[in-house]
């Protein structure tokens, strides 16, 4: 039974209530896997990782995670792991996911590939099969050690929208100090080799995403959310105000939101 918070204008689900979830009932435990997203980097603080804000396992009532509205504000505290990391790409995912499998979750949450594709240039992003064979060497190692855990996957999001929504701001200047120069660099730029270079690295991203899709479907304890956080719309708000590029607090929340409605879908 999903319930109206007035505190927050939101809605989440209470410890111990019914919904269809992945598990058919609620988790009792939830590891995130990642990088700097599900690390809220910049949410709180300039250059700084704020876990208690993370969209997958934060503490913040504002943010109400997905594990305070799937376990409950007790079991969050002692039975949800970030083990994502700021800077991850997709070759660090087996690894992290080794280290997820370990604690035997009944979820695991991964948010990978935002990395792969914002690289200095085009050329240095990763290629699509090295991204494919690595996605599934950490699915396999889940499954090797926690074979009943259930996984939420997250698509990448749509870095060209990121850019269209900041570059008529102030966040060219900022993003012109190194921050995912592939899509960002010169952003006011809309000569053709620079529109080139971003319809190359939304192409990519449009890649690694059917990727994700293709062998999470291969898996039948795994839910591709669909392309919706590849969908949301971020505007100002739910971006950092430091970085104009990793989500605010208000991001995570919606991000939150986003992997509950799939995670509870029928």
């Known amino acids: 039974m999903l319930v109206r918070d007035p505190r927050e204008g939101g809605s989440h689900e209470r410890a111990g209530s019914r919904a269809h979830l992945l598990l058919g009932r609620l988790p009792a435990s939830l590891a995130a896997v990642g990088d700097s997203i599900t690390r809220a980097f910049d949410a709180c603080s300039l250059l700084s990782d704020c876990p208690e804000a993370s969209w997958a396992t934060g503490t913040d009532a504002a943010v109400n995670s997905l594990a305070l509205r799937l376990l409950g504000p007790e079991k969050a505290a002692g039975r949800s792991w970030n ?92 993003w012109d100090l190194g921050i995912c120069g592939a899509m960002l660099a010169d952003a006011t730029d809309l000569g053709p080799a620079a ?39 971020f505007g100002e708000g739910q971006l950092s105000p430091w970085d104009w590029f990793h989500p605010s607090r208000d991001g995570q929340a919606r991000l939150a939101e986003l992997a509950y409605r799939r995670i509870t879908a029928g």
């Open 83 to 174: 083990l994502a990391r700021t800077g991850a790409r997709m070759a660090d995912l087996p690894g992290q996911m080794t280290a997820a499998a370990a604690r035997k979750p009944e979820l695991v949450t991964v948010m990978m590939g935002a990395n792969d594709a914002c690289r200095p240039t085009p050329g240095l992003m990763t290629p699509v099969e090295e991204f494919r064979a690595s996605f599934g060497a950490a699915l396999a190692r889940l499954r090797k050690a926690a074979p009943k855990a259930q996984v939420y996957v997250a698509s990448v999001p749509d870095l060209k929208h990121l850019w269209s929504t900041g570059r008529i701001g102030g966040a060219a200047s900022v």
């Open 195 to 233: 529109e080139q270079r971003r319809a190359t690295v939304s192409e990519r991203v449009d890649a690694y995403n059917r990727v994700l899709a293709e062998v999470c479907a291969r898996d039948e304890r795994c839910r591709y959310d669909g392309g919706a956080v590849h969908g949301f719309r």
